[in-house]
């Protein structure tokens, strides 16, 4: 999909950018082949598709041997997408809000994420495509500090432990913003996710979630009611002192806390 194309479709379409809905078009071909490349899309897999927008990876993804769903909360973009790829599965939807969409038997995520509920869209299909077997997303290059950083650092928590755990995370290319339209102001890049078979399960994610619910707070505040008496025979186990937080641990500590806790 070129620049030119992006602005045929949004003009005949009558389709002006929602901000509100992070709307940012791609319009190049070298990066939309590069996260279908990255993706190692197999026939007959599912893929599941989420913001597909007018169509930049919708478009060559209809042309595979493959089951595709994609979910767009915008009405009028789903519109014009149902017209546009009569093949496709197109669900009206905040992905979000979206239950029953058969996620258990994703084999790909693809997204070029709406920057505004970055977290909570990965979050989810951390939760719920439990057999992903790759992710690929384009996020905002300023976010990646939220998703590699290392523990004891300020951005580090319930995304950044959960992805390392997810799977082997890899930076596929750095995006200009000349690469979408509109352009915004700040580079993004696209990060995929090599899943690994045994990763962190929906409760799993919960109580890493629990671990960081006030960051200041000692794993043991955070932790109330669970059994005090593991708990601090685990702290002391692996860390000596009593007093620990959430972002002084390791991504692989809070599955051993959590298997400790059981
Ligand atoms: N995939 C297209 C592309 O690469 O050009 C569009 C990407 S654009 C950055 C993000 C897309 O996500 C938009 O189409 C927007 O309407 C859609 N979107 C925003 N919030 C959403 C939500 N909660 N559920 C589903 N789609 C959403």
Same mark, same amino acid.
């Given at each position: 999909?070129?620049?030119?194309?992006?602005?045929?479709?949004?003009?005949?379409?009558?389709?002006?950018?929602?901000?509100?809905?992070?709307?940012?078009?791609?319009?190049?071909?070298?990066?939309?082949?590069?996260?279908?490349? /990255?993706? %190692?899309?197999?026939?007959?897999?599912?893929?599941?598709?989420?913001?597909?927008? *007018?169509?930049?990876?919708?478009?060559?993804?209809?042309?595979?041997?493959?089951?595709?769903?994609?979910?767009?909360?915008?009405?009028?973009?789903?519109?014009?997408?149902?017209?546009?790829?009569? =093949?496709?599965?197109?669900?009206?939807?905040?992905?979000?809000?979206?239950? =029953?969409?058969?996620?258990? @038997?994703? %084999?790909?995520?693809?997204?070029?994420?709406?920057?505004?509920?970055?977290?909570?869209?990965?979050?989810?299909?951390?939760?719920?495509?439990?057999?992903?077997?790759?992710?690929?997303?384009? !996020?905002?290059?300023? /976010?990646?500090?939220? *998703?590699?950083?290392?523990?004891?650092?300020?951005?580090?928590?319930?995304?950044?432990?959960?992805?390392?755990?997810?799977?082997?995370?890899?930076?596929?290319?750095? !995006?200009?913003?000349?690469?979408?339209?509109?352009?915004?102001?700040?580079?993004?890049?696209?990060?995929?996710?090599?899943?690994?078979?045994?990763?962190?399960?929906?409760?799993?994610?919960? $109580?890493?979630?629990?671990? $960081?619910?006030?960051?200041?707070?000692?794993?043991?505040?955070?932790?109330?009611?669970?059994? @005090?008496?593991?708990?601090?025979k685990w702290v002391k186990d692996n860390f000596i002192v009593e007093s620990i937080r959430a972002e002084a641990m390791e991504p692989t500590d809070f599955r =051993?806390?959590?298997?400790?806790?059981?």
């Amino acid at each position: 999909m070129t620049k030119e194309r992006v602005i045929q479709i949004m003009k005949e379409n009558n389709i002006l950018p929602e901000a509100g809905f992070g709307q940012n078009f791609l319009c190049d071909e070298d990066i939309i082949h590069g996260i279908i490349e /990255a993706a %190692d899309i197999r026939p007959g897999d599912t893929v599941l598709e989420i913001g597909p927008g *007018i169509g930049a990876l919708t478009e060559p993804l209809s042309k595979m041997d493959i089951n595709l769903k994609c979910i767009e909360i915008d009405k009028r973009l789903v519109s014009y997408l149902k017209g546009a790829y009569p =093949d496709v599965e197109i669900i009206d939807s905040d992905f979000l809000k979206l239950k =029953d969409y058969g996620a258990e @038997k994703v %084999d790909v995520v693809i997204s070029n994420l709406p920057y505004y509920i970055m977290t909570d869209i990965m979050m989810k299909v951390f939760e719920e495509a439990v057999n992903a077997r790759r992710i690929v997303y384009m !996020v905002e290059e300023a /976010a990646l500090d939220r *998703i590699l950083c290392e523990s004891s650092t300020k951005s580090y928590g319930p995304l950044a432990v959960v992805s390392e755990l997810y799977g082997n995370i890899s930076i596929v290319s750095k !995006v200009p913003g000349t690469c979408f339209v509109p352009q915004p102001r700040t580079t993004s890049a696209v990060i995929r996710f090599i899943c690994h078979e045994n990763r962190p399960d929906k409760e799993l994610i919960a $109580f890493i979630k629990k671990c $960081f619910m006030q960051r200041r707070k000692t794993l043991s505040n955070n932790l109330k009611g669970c059994d @005090k008496e593991k708990l601090n025979k685990w702290v002391k186990d692996n860390f000596i002192v009593e007093s620990i937080r959430a972002e002084a641990m390791e991504p692989t500590d809070f599955r =051993d806390l959590y298997n400790a806790l059981k």
